[in-house]
């Protein structure tokens, strides 16, 4: 077994039990792309067994603090099996279901999505590239499924220098599905969606969202970043008289337009704007339109910490003209799915959009990803989906 020493004092992360590794902090040793090796501290004490990855910046990431325990085909077998308990014991309203959520559930770079009967997932690390197949086999065994496509055409696969694989990676046939969410039925394709198909994490907000609009008879909604509408379609639950889908993504607007039919729902409500959202709400503003409820749920603006300077200004940005654009005692739904950003960060962040906007605002909800996208004790990093339910004063 390849050994991989780490520099004095470096090891801090480690004893707490944190997953990751950075390059500064490796002091000598190395391996392949993905090979399991054991991590010592500078005085030769075990940390961890790891799975090395030459090229990324995350240069080690822990599959086990526990000096015993084998990195084999049994181990992947357990960890996929306490991921798939754990979502059982949750009541998820849907067919559609996260159950592997990477470092959440030990398996650093591995995301599972399960929409009825078929599983697709994204290896982003070297370390669940290199055990695909042992992944793969111990995840229809352990679900009875037959059907395994993979999505890794995840940006993280860049930083590990790793090629774009898309593809059955078992079974074959369709990949247009239709789940369930809630009370609504929403279709997707695991080949063509964005992730591996859908927006999962935000199952509770959507939900949420539709009691909203009833509680607070919400009649007008703007749906920015729509997507394929789920929030539109949640709006059109609670009750919204009028909703508009706003997505640049004309495909998606396309499935917007859909869902508003199969759920049973008068086109006449629904209306897809195809359009950047920074231009539509300053033309909404320009022309002195009105919303009861707004939400806002951008992609990604800051994917590292790094970036979180720029974004935090592309954020207040989009949130000053939302409140702007709300009518007196109006509903916003905003959110970020930045990891860079923190909630306390993304809060001010809201503050500092509503003061340029001379609107003050009662917070009625605190939001984040569903609970099948767990967040763990010892990995803070996995709190990147954020939200605030606003109400304008
Ligand atoms: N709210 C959605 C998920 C939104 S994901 C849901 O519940 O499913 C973010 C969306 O923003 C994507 O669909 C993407 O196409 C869209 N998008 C990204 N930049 C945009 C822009 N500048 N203007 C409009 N849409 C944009």
Not at 45 to 68: G, V
Not at 251 to 271: I, K, M, T, W
């Amino acid at each position: 077994m390849k050994k991989v020493t780490i520099r004095p004092g470096k090891e801090r992360s480690l004893v707490k039990r944190h997953p990751w590794v950075f390059e500064s902090s490796v002091a000598r040793g190395g391996a392949d792309s993905g090979e399991t090796v054991r991590v010592e501290a500078a005085d030769g004490t075990f940390l961890c067994w790891a799975a090395f990855s030459p090229q990324s910046q995350i240069r080690l990431r822990a599959w086990t603090f526990d000096e015993a325990e084998r990195v084999d085909a049994a181990f992947f077998r357990r960890r996929i099996d306490q991921a798939l308990a754990m979502r059982a014991r949750l009541e998820i309203a849907s067919d559609a279901v996260r159950l592997i959520h990477g470092e959440a559930d030990g398996l650093p770079g591995l995301i599972v999505d399960r929409y009825v009967d078929t599983l697709v997932a994204q290896f982003t690390s070297a370390g669940v590239e290199r055990w695909k197949g042992v992944i793969a086999d111990a995840l229809l065994a352990a679900t009875g499924l037959t059907r395994l496509y993979e999505r890794s055409d995840a940006q993280a696969r860049e930083w590990e220098g790793l090629p774009v694989q898309t593809g059955w990676l078992r079974g074959d046939g369709g990949t247009a599905i239709t789940i369930r969410e809630h009370d609504w039925r929403l279709t997707l394709d695991v080949a063509e969606g964005h992730k591996t198909g859908y927006y999962l994490d935000q199952r509770d907000s959507r939900r949420r969202f539709a009691d909203a609009v009833r509680q607070f008879g919400c009649r007008s909604v703007l749906n920015c970043f729509s997507y394929t509408g789920g929030f539109s379609v949640a709006a059109l639950a609670g009750g919204a008289a009028e909703v508009i889908s706003v997505d640049s993504s004309g495909p998606a607007l396309e499935r917007a337009v859909a869902h508003v039919a199969l759920n049973g729902f008068d086109a006449s409500r629904h209306q897809a704007w195809d359009a950047d959202v920074n231009a539509t709400l300053r033309r909404c503003l320009a022309e002195g339109r009105r919303f009861d409820a707004i939400v806002l749920d951008p992609p990604k603006f800051a994917p590292t910490a790094a970036h979180a300077e720029r974004a935090a200004r592309a954020y207040k940005d989009i949130n000053r003209l939302a409140f702007m654009l709300l009518n007196d005692g109006g509903l916003l739904y905003t959110f970020s799915c930045s990891g860079g950003i923190s909630p306390d960060l993304f809060h001010k962040i809201v503050a500092g959009a509503g003061l340029d906007a001379s609107v003050d605002g009662y917070i009625v909800e605190r939001l984040s990803a569903a609970a099948d996208h767990p967040q763990t004790v010892r990995f803070p990093e996995g709190d990147y989906l954020k939200g605030l339910g606003i109400l304008r004063r």
